[in-house]
Nanobody, 116 residues
Framework: QVQLVESGGGLVQPGGSLRLSCAAS????????MGWYRQAPGKERELVAI???????NYADSVKGRFTISENNAKNTVYLQMNSLKPEDTAVYYC??????????WGQGTQVTVSS
C-alpha cells in the first residue's frame, strides 16, 4: 500500500502563491500516474494537474498558466506550484497516486484558502 504525505497548504491572499508537496512511500516502482485533485465545499472532487508515466502532463483549464506540476523521481515526490491564486481556488487539495497495476491511493488532503 502506497502512503502519501502532503504538505504546503495554508491561507494566502488573492494573487499570492503556494507550493504543495506530496511524498510517496511504499511503492516499489515509479508511479503510473501521480498528481493533484481538489474538492471545494458542496462540489465534486476535480482534477487539478497530473503527470503520467509517459511524461505527459494534464491541467484543468481553470489552472492552466497559473499552476505547474513537477516531480522529483529520486524523492518519489510531486509538487504543485500555484501562482496567481484566486478565491475560487479555495479547496481541499488531495494528492493522487496510481501504481503500475492500476491501484489508486489518496493523501489525507491539505486545505488551501485564498482570501483577503
Amino acid at each position: 500500500q502506497v502512503q502519501l504525505v502532503e504538505s504546503g497548504g495554508g491561507l494566502v491572499q488573492p494573487g499570492g502563491s503556494l507550493r504543495l508537496s506530496c511524498a510517496a512511500s511504499g511503492a516499489f516502482f515509479r508511479f503510473n500516474a501521480m498528481g493533484w485533485y481538489r474538492q471545494a465545499p458542496g462540489k465534486e472532487r476535480e482534477l487539478v494537474a497530473i503527470i503520467t508515466i509517459g511524461g505527459s502532463i494534464n491541467y484543468a483549464d481553470s489552472v492552466k498558466g497559473r499552476f505547474t506540476i513537477s516531480e522529483n523521481n529520486a524523492k518519489n515526490t510531486v509538487y504543485l506550484q500555484m501562482n496567481s491564486l484566486k478565491p475560487e481556488d479555495t479547496a481541499v487539495y488531495y494528492c493522487y497516486h496510481r501504481n503500475y497495476v492500476g491501484n489508486s491511493s489518496w493523501g489525507q488532503g491539505t486545505q488551501v484558502t485564498v482570501s483577503s
